[in-house]
Structure formats: C-alpha cells, structure tokens
C-alpha cells in the first residue's frame, strides 16, 4: 500500500440496495492516501435499509441453526487470524492513521480480541448464558415440566463507540448468537474496522451479510436516528454517559435498551505482590494495563492501590510505575491529544504539584505519561491518556469507604493479591458495585463471556415463550391415536 491511493465505501449495506449521494474523506500518510467514502443518508434510506435488513433476517439468519451461525463467525474470524488477510493488512496501515493510536500496539490488540471470537470461546460464551444453548433454535424441555425457546430481537440498533477499536465486532457478534437483524452507528472517530468484518462476513456468507448495515450519521441526527430506532425491537448504546442518556431519551419505553456509559476502573496491589522477585512483574503488567489504547477502555485503570508493609514500599512502586511506562512508551507512543485534552493533564499535574504531599512523576518534555503518588487513600478519577494514580494504603480493606460514592460508574478491579485474600476482596468489592475483578495485566483483555457492566450480553436481549405443561397434556387429547 506504500505510495498508493485507495478508496474504500466505509459503510456496508445489503447489496440489492443502491444509494446515490456519497462524500469523502481522505487520510494520508507514508503509506499513501486512503479516500473513505461516506453515504448521505435520508430518512428514506433508513427506512428501505432496516426494511431489508428484517426481510432477510426472517428469510435467512432466523433459519439457521446457532451453531451453524457460529461456524460463520469462526470462518471469518479466521480470515482475520491470517496476517495476510487484505482486510486486517489494511486495518493495521489506517486504523494507526485514524485513531493516533501506535500502529504496533493496534497489531498486537487486535490480534488478541479476535481470538475470543473463534468457535470454542463462543460456545463457552453461550453455555454461560445459556443451560442449554439450542433454546435458540427450538423448543427446549424445562427442569419443572414445559418447554421454552429463546427469540433474540429482530433488529437490534447499536450505537458504536470509537475510542476502542474493534469493540463494535463485539456487538455484531453478539446480535448474530441471537439471530438477529442489525444496524451500526458507527463513530467518526473510528468508523472503518466494524465495516471490514461486516466484508469479511459477506466472504463467508452474502445471505448471513445482508442481515447487517454499518452506517456514519453525526450523533444526534433526529432524521435518522428516529426511523433506526422506530424500526428496531433492541437498542445498545455505547459512549459518554451524556450520549447515552441522549439515546435512551429517543427510545420508547417498550423497547429494548442497553446502555454502557462511563466507567472507572483501578487496581489492588497486596503487600504480598511487593517482594522483590514479583514487583516488577507487577508493575510491568500495570503499565500495561494503563497504556493500552491510551487508557482510552472502560476497563483501563485510573487509580492503584498500593499496601504498606512489603519489601517494596507505595512510594517506591510509584517511582517504579512510572519508568515502565516511560518503558513502554518508548516502544509504543501515545497517540496524539486534543488540546483540550493536554491541557486537562498539565492542568492536573500542576493541582498535584502544589499539593506537598503528592509526588509527580511525568515524561519532563511533554503529557506523554504521569504517574501521581499520594500518601493517603482516596478515589479521584484521572484525564486518561496515560494519566494514573498511586495511592498508598495501610491495608487494601482501607479503601471501600472510598468507593461508595462512585457506586455507579465502578467496573474492573485488577488484583494482585494471594489466595487467601481473593475471594473475601472480591466479596467485598462486589457489594462496593465492582462487576469484574481479573488479575493485574489482564484488565484490558476481558473474555468474551464476560458480564459486562455486571449484566447478562445476550439474555438482557432476548424474549422467551412458554409452553406450559397444561397445553402438553390438553394437546394429547386431540391426538387421533390416543385413547
């Protein structure tokens, strides 16, 4: 692609549709120049596009078996395993273009997402939600006499987020598991990658392709979101908590709505993790942890802390905190900011310098990485980007005061603590209103069958109907063989 110009439709439609009026956008880099084309959508358009996208799921999609949907995804998600597959080749030249993030940081995460997508994740995935995942396909026997089958929606509408790439092929997969007709919005700050899997789909199968649209439109265009939103059965909505509450307010009360909005997350170090031999372990994969896609995830950590009482002290794990990630970045820079973003973490380096308790630690010639340790616990959210707080404690059970006025927006605790000390933390930070604890390196790698915001991914989406064990047994009187 080096020196080349390439134009790619950065949308993905049923293809017996035909739309008319198109704009561009045109990246460039040492790769060359990439022209991505753009519909201008109508209310009309909407309207005929998830019009079709119902047809077909009814005809095709709602037919097949769920694990015949499954070898689906598995074929494509194998495409996209292959490093010279011409669609993942192209999402790693422009997907670095596009969001700032490192080009070989994209490599490496995309890679890792994808394979909790291959066949025996997904099947684990719905044995999770599911005791007996055929209730998708038929009427499946209850425990307590009856029988019961599951319907996902007919269209699901999701409202994409940008600031994590590939976190959209998520939510196409998820409605596929259920059977069901989909339309993304995507977002401008990453529209391309949910397209190129909705192209992959379309290789493995067109008929399973034209129950998707992918599709840009600025938030909060009334035109098109209120017929998407008419039209679909399910809504899922991704993005600031404010955006997100602008969605729910166009959705009927009847209608389905998922929503995940802003979220904090932090890490637990015991001094049992603060020997010498295992420091370092942690504090690599912490640096990790707040680095990927610039602290950008929900999942990402904003605050650490940091027990009293090992080998190595709070302080001297914040000092070491901060050469790793000046490590890291290094070998994969942060992405470029906002102004108003650089502003908001010299703003915040500068609150914390005044402070003669606090201790700044940051790259001396720009925002590229801080780390601010405080002596005392407490809860304060940080600008992101790489931005993180180390907050020293007397002992970990010292922290869940802090927490309960965060109830709401708490998600990923990352552990590194000993096993006699798992299972009664994690209690407890599941009654603070933590809905995942996993361990310190993995905070971003969260599994597919996860409980995301602690709720169900795929029983939160669908119906059930009952057949009651009375209609079993009237029904056999009309049985001409019965007697």
Excluded at 76 to 95: F, G, S
Excluded at 97 to 109: H, K, P
Excluded at 118 to 124: C, I, P, S, T, Y
Excluded at 387 to 411: A, D, G, I, N
């Amino acid at each position: 692609m080096r020196n080349e110009q390439q134009e790619i439709e950065a949308y993905f439609i049923p293809d017996t549709i035909q739309l008319t009026s198109f704009t561009t956008r045109e990246l460039e880099s040492k790769q060359g120049k990439l022209i991505l084309k753009y519909p201008v959508l109508s209310g009309e358009d909407i309207q005929c596009i998830t019009e079709t996208i119902k047809a077909n799921q009814k005809n095709y999609l709602d037919k097949l078996q769920t694990t015949e949907v499954i070898d689906l995804v598995d074929a494509a998600v194998q495409k996209w395993l292959d490093p010279d597959y011409h669609w993942r080749q192209l999402a790693e030249t422009w997907l670095p273009v596009i969001t700032g993030y490192d080009a070989e940081m994209i490599r490496l995460e995309l890679k890792r997402f994808l394979r909790t997508f291959r066949k025996k994740e997904l099947l684990r995935f719905l044995v999770e939600e599911f005791d007996d995942p055929a209730v998708l396909d038929d009427f499946r026997p209850r425990k307590k006499g009856g029988l019961s089958k599951a319907y996902g929606p007919d269209l699901i509408l999701h409202f994409f987020s940008g600031n994590v790439p590939g976190l959209p092929v998520w939510n196409l997969v998820m409605g596929l598991l259920v059977k069901s007709g989909q339309l993304g919005k995507t977002s401008s700050s990453e529209p391309l990658l949910p397209v190129l899997f909705a192209k992959s789909l379309e290789e493995v199968d067109p008929e399973l392709a034209k129950t998707l649209a992918v599709l840009p439109w600025k938030g909060g265009e009334d035109q098109l979101e209120h017929p998407a939103i008419q039209a679909a059965e399910a809504v899922v909505a991704y993005g600031s908590s404010e955006s997100v509450e602008n969605i729910r307010k166009g959705v009927p009360a009847h209608k389905r709505f998922l929503s995940y909005g802003h979220k904090i997350s932090f890490a637990m170090v015991g001094k049992e993790a603060l020997t010498l031999d295992l420091c370092r372990e942690s504090v690599h994969s912490l640096a990790e942890d707040v680095s990927v896609y610039d602290q950008q995830g929900c999942v990402s950590p904003q605050i650490i802390y940091v027990e009293q009482g090992g080998s190595v002290s709070p302080r001297e794990f914040a000092q070491l905190l901060a050469n790793e990630m000046d490590h890291y970045n290094r070998k994969k820079p942060r992405g470029p900011l906002l102004e108003s973003e650089a502003l908001a973490i010299q703003s915040f380096r500068s609150q914390h310098e005044f402070q003669i308790e606090s201790s700044v630690y940051g790259h001396p010639d720009d925002t590229s990485w801080t780390v601010v340790y405080h002596p005392e616990p407490d809860f304060e959210p940080s600008p992101l980007n790489r931005t993180v707080h180390v907050f020293s404690c007397t002992h970990l059970e010292q922290v869940y005061p802090k927490l309960s006025s965060y109830r709401q927006y708490l998600q990923t605790a990352g552990v590194a603590v000993g096993p006699d000390r798992l299972f009664k933390l994690s209690e407890d930070l599941g009654k603070a209103g933590v809905s995942r604890v996993c361990a310190v390196g993995k905070m971003a790698q969260a599994p597919s069958g996860w409980h995301h915001d602690g709720q169900f991914n795929l029983l939160n989406l669908i119906r059930w109907t009952d057949i009651e064990t009375s209609a079993e047994q009237h029904a056999e009187q009309y049985d001409e063989d019965s007697e």
